[in-house]
Nanobody
Framework: QVQLVESGGGLVQPGGSLRLSCAAS????????MGWYRQAPGKQRELVGT???????NYADSVKGRFTISRDNAKNTVSLQMNSLKPEDTAVYYC???????????????WGQGTQVTVSS
């Protein structure tokens, strides 16, 4: 099992910046990627971005150039720097860690409890 604890979030004005952090504990050795998803009211959860253990990133088109994911593998943390925030970025943001599937077990997504980000004037 992997436990994820997020911090950061809050209210920010349009054009502002915010930083989210997530600390992982437990069976960290099993994880191959960490990142962030978000869910706005009435919408499905969607990818924000992920980073593999090797540093390969994948971002949603809507956040490219504005959001940056970073990882500290020694501390088992992943962060999300959000710049030029827009009202449509308002959502609950979830930390995510991915464990690959094997012939013995399926792939697993681990989730944090979520943190609210509100972009409003």
């Amino acid at each position: 099992q992997v436990q994820l604890v997020e911090s950061g979030g809050g209210l920010v004005q349009p054009g502002g910046s915010l930083r989210l952090s997530c600390a992982a504990s437990g069976s960290i050795f099993s994880i191959y990627a960490m990142g962030w998803y978000r869910q706005a009211p009435g919408k499905q959860r969607e990818l924000v971005g992920t980073m593999t253990n090797g540093g390969t990133t994948n971002y949603a088109d809507s956040v490219k150039g504005r959001f940056t994911i970073s990882r500290d593998n020694a501390k088992n943390t992943v962060s999300l720097q959000m710049n030029s925030l827009k009202p449509e970025d308002t959502a609950v943001y979830y930390c995510n860690a991915k464990r690959p599937g094997t012939i013995f077990s399926p792939a697993v997504d681990y989730w944090g409890q979520g943190t609210q980000v509100t972009v409003s004037s």
